[in-house]
């Protein structure tokens, strides 16, 4: 990459422009460094791109460190210039891109709106990807969200925890209309968990709690996962006395609660699990057991903020 950019730079070898975008592109991929590249690349040639470089381009802007502003700027013109170009795939790279490195204009996320609602086809990571920058950006498009919504359903069965967690998020963020769409998550983290696959880590299970709360949708089955993951952080299996806790219907363990790989819980997931918890009224003595021996053996990891 440095050689490269020194013969850009000072002219003793011809370059394309193109060259140097696959260039940084391949650096973002492999967790290199491009920075010695900002100051070759013309920003002018980002409107000649074709629409999947230009996804690419915008990926890996928002992956590597360093000021891309005036590149990133570019990339966002042609957002708007080309939306009637964009696939799926295309409009989830650039939405997670644009929202990662902080851009809000209103014309740049119109335009994302209208290719994602053109198309109708959108993976699991496409829908993932759009609802996040969405939420994050709080560009609150309410006809986008319930295309989003009514796709996240079709494609729930090829979702990851992480894709779960992020359009979960995304529908407490922006209060949307979240009609079957949450109790369909809810069943399938549920069923998720029942298999070989294992229970929920700490921020995954913190991170549907919360956006099950919020959205107040309490999920029996989701919320047992929860449970059993958090006590099967503190309590192994072999050593955890009365797991389950009373047997009745608020009950929120299932019938095989301990993890297989229990692994100490951060202080910040623990909170919201607790909130969760509160704010739909849940209870169940194993958990309150569980939370009570996380605070004693970590509670000087615990923000005033986590306590409260």
């Known amino acids: 990459v440095t050689s490269i950019a020194s013969c850009a730079a000072k002219g003793r070898k011809r370059v394309h422009q193109e060259d140097l975008i696959h260039l940084v592109v391949a650096a973002a991929t492999v967790g290199g460094d491009a920075d010695v590249l900002q100051p070759v690349i013309d920003p002018g040639v980002v409107s000649d791109l074709n629409t999947f470089l230009t996804a690419r381009l915008a990926w890996a802007l928002a992956t590597l460190q360093g000021e891309w502003g005036p590149v990133r700027s570019a990339v966002e013109a042609r957002v708007v210039e080309a939306r009637d170009k964009w696939n799926g795939q295309d409009v989830g790279n650039l ?57 996240a359903v079709e494609v729930l069965t090829d979702c990851t925890v992480q894709h779960y967690c992020n359009i979960t998020w995304a529908a407490a963020s ?9 109790p369909a998550i809810g069943d399938c983290v549920a069923a998720r968990c029942s298999t070989a696959r294992g229970s929920l880590e700490a921020r995954d299970a913190g991170s549907l709690a919360w956006g099950f709360a919020t959205a107040r949708v309490s999920h029996n089955g989701l919320f047992s996962c929860v449970a059993a993951a958090l006590v099967g952080s503190v309590h192994p299996e072999q050593d955890r006395p009365n797991a389950r806790g009373p047997e009745s219907q608020h009950s929120m363990l299932p019938a095989e609660a301990a993890p297989r790989q229990p692994v100490r819980w951060d202080s910040q997931s623990v909170s919201s699990v607790v909130w969760a918890c509160a704010t739909l009224q849940r209870a169940d003595d194993a958990v309150l057991h569980a939370v009570d021996q996380h605070l004693s053996e970590f509670a000087q990891s615990y923000s005033d903020q986590a306590l409260a």
């Open 95 to 151: 939405a997670w891109a644009v929202a990662t490195w902080g851009c809000r204009d209103p014309q740049v996320f119109d335009a994302l709106s209208t290719a994602g609602q053109r198309n109708s086809q959108l993976s699991a990571q496409n829908v993932s990807n759009i609802a996040w920058a969405f939420a994050t950006a709080r560009a609150v498009d309410d006809v986008l969200w319930k295309h989003l919504s009514t796709r």
């Open 174 to 182: 922006l209060q949307g209309d979240c009609g079957a769409l949450l």
